[in-house]
């Protein structure tokens, strides 16, 4: 008898489908927020050089201080890269300055009269938004700024190096068990790199959270459609995928709330830590069991499965058609 035609014996749409489909699918919902966290942590505010903390504009109205200090771009907003060498009294001169609407202090001059030199005491940073992202923890601007997109290609290199690891392992080892270590690496590397002190840690732990992603997908996949028959497999792959959509308005509606990019991080790592408890009490694919010759195994499951869906004695019945003697039980 083919292991669609058992599956349909011990029920095949069943309490247990509904229950095993309905736990797998729900972690699904972090994983937009893990791929598009980049989006919200890694934002860049709006800055320019912060004066030096000595000088003798230290004691003056910030906006004043910023027109002495920060020469202005072709837009006419304060550079973000270059600020005077010496604080340019003359601007503070009535021909050489203006008041624009809503107290908006500008120059006429050319900022480019003036020597200028690098942001050498950081950055200030517009915390209207976002009141920390990395960019503004690890200075990610000017000459840095190249290493914004870092952080998310190293997670898309470990999403590839997840698919080839734990693609592999799970026809090897089975399906469970390399779910429950995706949910917890993913747990553990979030958490990591909401704490990470420097910039290349925390790109090293979003590195394990691809490789996570990668495991959560293939093997919650491969749970759910190998305990459903072929012709709700349609139906329940639509599902998981408005699942993952969920997971982008849940992750806008966070970090609206959520404006620390450490917080935020830590918000979404958290939900997986539940995932990999609750995923213990799993079932391990039959024909996964059983393809790999541990049938029984397989029929344990079965029978689990028939039980749950009230169809005991029908699960009884399974042992001779899978090839258990009756004596094994």
């Known amino acids: 008898m083919a292991f669609g035609d058992i599956l349909e014996q011990v029920g095949s749409t069943g309490r247990f489908q509904v229950v095993h489909v309905t736990l797998l699918c729900a972690p699904i919902l972090m994983m937009a927020s893990h791929n598009l966290l980049q989006n919200f942590v890694a934002a860049v505010p709006p800055h320019f050089c912060r004066a030096p903390k000595n000088s003798s504009v230290a004691h003056l109205d910030p906006q004043v201080a910023l027109l002495l200090t920060v ?14 060498s010496v604080p340019q009294w003359h601007l503070l001169a009535g021909n050489g300055t203006s008041v624009e609407a809503g107290g908006t202090v500008s120059s006429t001059l050319d900022p480019l009269s003036a020597d200028l030199q690098g942001c050498e005491e950081g950055w200030e940073y517009d915390v209207t938004e976002m009141s920390s992202t990395i960019i503004s923890e690890w200075n990610l601007v000017c000459s840095s700024r190249s290493l914004k997109q870092m952080g998310q290609s190293v997670y898309m290199g470990g999403v590839l190096v997840g698919a080839v690891v734990f693609g592999g392992l799970s026809d090897r080892f089975g399906r469970r068990i390399l779910l429950l270590i995706s949910y917890l690496l993913m747990a553990v590397g979030g958490t990591c790199a909401a704490f990470s002190p420097t910039f290349h840690l925390f790109c090293f732990f979003r590195f394990l959270c691809g490789m996570a992603l990668s495991g959560l997908v293939l093997n919650s996949f491969s749970l759910i459609v190998e305990w459903i028959p072929t012709h709700v497999r349609t139906v329940v792959g639509t599902g998981s995928g408005y699942c993952y959509t969920m997971g982008q308005l849940i992750l806008a509606g966070m970090a ?16 997986y830590y539940i995932a990999f408890l609750y995923s213990w009490w799993f079932l391990e694919s039959s024909r996964w069991l059983i393809l790999n010759g541990k049938s029984e195994e397989a029929v344990k499951n079965l029978r689990t499965v028939a039980r749950i869906n009230g169809r005991r004695a029908e699960g009884e019945k399974i042992n001779t058609e899978v090839g258990i003697p009756m004596e094994t039980y």
């Open 71 to 84: 020469p202005l771009d072709s837009a006419g907003k304060p550079s973000k890269c270059q600020r005077y």
């Open 256 to 271: 609206y709330f959520i404006r620390d990019w450490r917080w935020l991080t830590l918000a979404v790592s958290l939900p």
